[in-house]
């Protein structure tokens, strides 16, 4: 016998996935919020006219360097620089602070005062308690919050498909959740996260009442 066939298994550990936003950095000098707010003012209007950064650089006469700090809320631009992005984005100076000044939308809403509602393409007995909304909003993207409750007369046709991504959160129950060709057996603590442009929905309902969370988002129009 080898030392190969004697040697053990080993595994690879899998990679944990690495996000670029860490959600419990604090801003904490007013003139850093300035700053990025500008910032994203400065590459949002340079999106709307489908410049590059490159692009951008060539027509005011900024370095990419420059630019780049300026979008990333690193810098801080002087008002001639600012005079310069505005001309060349035919807005005034005004607008890039527009982001800072704007007032953050907050919503509470308390136990029982859920707002009951019917979406488009609603099947009978599902119950959708939208637990929130937020309109225009300078994130660029509309989230809908609904806590979903499935009851003996519920129809399990999965025929809801539409724009954006979604998020289940099983709370009670269990249900057997199309998603295409593939059906997932959602129980308490289960979730599942997918493209909603493909047709999706609850096909068997194994255990009711079944109550779930779905959280939707997809670009502002």
């Known amino acids: 016998m080898t030392d190969q066939d004697t040697a053990p298994e080993t595994t690879i550990p899998k990679s944990k996935p690495v996000f670029s936003q860490d959600p419990h950095r604090v801003r904490e000098l007013a003139e850093r919020n300035l700053e990025m707010a500008i910032g994203r003012s400065v590459r949002a209007f340079r999106r709307q006219q489908g410049m590059t950064v490159a692009d951008l650089a060539a027509v005011t006469g900024l370095s990419i360097g420059m630019l780049s700090k300026i979008e990333n809320g690193i810098t801080s631009p002087s008002l001639t620089t600012l005079q310069i992005l505005s001309h060349a984005f035919s807005t005034p100076i005004t607008s890039f602070f527009r982001g ?91 979730s599942l996260f997918f493209d909603a442009d493909a047709q999706h929905g609850p096909e068997v309902l194994v255990k009711l009442p079944a109550r779930y969370l779905s959280i939707i988002c997809y670009p502002q129009a």
């Not at 019917?118 to 909304?133: C, I, K, S, V, W």
């Open 100 to 190: 800072f000044e704007e007032r953050r939308e907050v919503q509470h809403v308390k136990s029982g005062e859920h707002l009951e509602i019917e979406r488009r393409g609603t099947r009978a007995g599902h119950q959708y308690h939208l637990l929130g909304h937020i309109g225009s909003n300078s994130s660029g993207v509309v989230v809908e919050p609904y806590l979903i409750t499935l009851t003996a007369e519920s129809d399990t046709f999965p025929t809801f498909q539409h724009d954006g991504i979604e998020l289940l959160y099983m709370l009670e129950g269990e249900v057997k959740y199309r998603h295409g060709d593939q059906l997932f057996h959602l129980e308490p603590g289960d």
